[in-house]
């Protein structure tokens, strides 16, 4: 049997190459079945976890094409996918604490806010009479799923900023107050002489990605790979990549940046991030098989029709 991950990579790699031509430009795919994943039988409810890192990893290199300005279903789907996961037996988010509620109330807000589909306001907007005939509330909950993606980007740095925290949780608290000493980019946290507060998204992503070096964990690799595909998105810029996250966020502040594939590209980040701390109900680690059998049980049994679910139950029962 072929290794199914590098499989997942080469074709975001071919896709990637596909799209983006010998002089720069761009060659944008609109059609609904052309996917690097599932035109290919690869649907994330179906893989490992080293596959759905893969998948999640390969994705994030399309988005991060320069100017390149399309979320496809793929990415869709891997979203629904990690939100169910995150859903059964607590995941990643468990309820342990007001904060954690908070971050987990957050999550699926952004998951929903991604996986909105704003074709039903199109259809809509084919009868304008029956449009103004709605309710005003309705109308305004359309215009709010016309503007999903950038919903989802607004909400995708503070959910960054708290997975962050939350992974981090031995050297930053929730608060970003600093409850062990350590050092980033030369500037030194924690007493007797450093910043006792840090809300710096670069500083703490690079913080991740060296604690997890030392610690031999495969999310620095991960990371690492995600900073190569970061960095290909706004070429010329000389910054590190998670500087550029840190940028995005002060200058989405200001109205000064485009917003359109920033949320795409973090929430594909933070579902990273997650995938690599599964817990479960005692809060223990947890078997990414045993969450994604729960997950597909409940998703194909007749349970699975309750009010908020993530992901397309037809393709699970297939």
């Known amino acids: 049997m072929p290794d199914r991950v590098q499989l997942i990579t080469d074709l975001c790699q071919a896709w990637v190459d596909e799209i983006v031509q010998p002089d720069g430009s761009i060659i944008v795919r609109l059609d609904a079945k052309d996917n690097p994943l599932t035109r290919n039988g690869l649907f994330p409810h179906s893989m490992t976890h080293a596959e759905l890192r893969a998948a999640t990893l390969g994705l994030l290199n399309v988005l991060s094409i320069p100017n390149y300005q399309v ?36 999550f699926m807000a952004t998951a929903h806010a991604s996986l909105a589909d704003p074709q039903i306001v199109v259809a809509h907007e084919r009868d304008p009479l029956a449009l103004q005939a709605l309710p005003t509330s309705t109308r305004q909950a359309l215009a709010l799923i016309e503007d999903h993606s950038t919903v989802s980007a607004y909400l995708c740095f503070p959910l960054l900023e708290g997975v962050l925290r939350k992974t981090l949780g031995e050297f930053v608290a929730r608060d970003g107050g600093v409850l062990k000493p350590f050092s980033v980019a030369g500037i030194a946290y924690g007493r007797p002489k450093g910043r006792l507060q840090c809300n710096s998204l670069a500083h703490m992503l690079h913080l991740l990605e060296s604690d997890q070096q030392e610690k031999g964990g495969a ?63 005692k809060l223990q680690p947890a078997d990414y098989d045993h969450l994604a059998d729960m997950a597909r049980r409940r998703i194909a049994s007749q349970a699975s029709a309750v009010r908020w679910s993530y992901y397309p139950s037809e393709i699970v029962r297939t």
């Open 71 to 106: 979320i496809g279903p793929d990415d869709k789907l891997l979203w629904g996918w990690c939100a169910e996961i995150f859903d059964t037996g607590y995941g990643y988010f468990q309820p342990r604490s007001p904060a954690d509620m908070e971050l987990r109330s957050l």
């Open 219 to 281: 999310l620095a690799d991960d990371l690492a790979v995600a900073s190569n595909h970061l960095r290909r998105s706004q070429p010329g810029t000389g910054k590190h990549p998670y500087e550029m996250i840190g940028f995005w966020r002060n200058s989405s502040l200001h109205g000064n940046v485009s917003l359109i594939n920033m949320g795409a590209r973090l929430f594909h980040l933070v579902n990273l991030i997650a995938l690599h701390n599964l817990i479960d109900v």
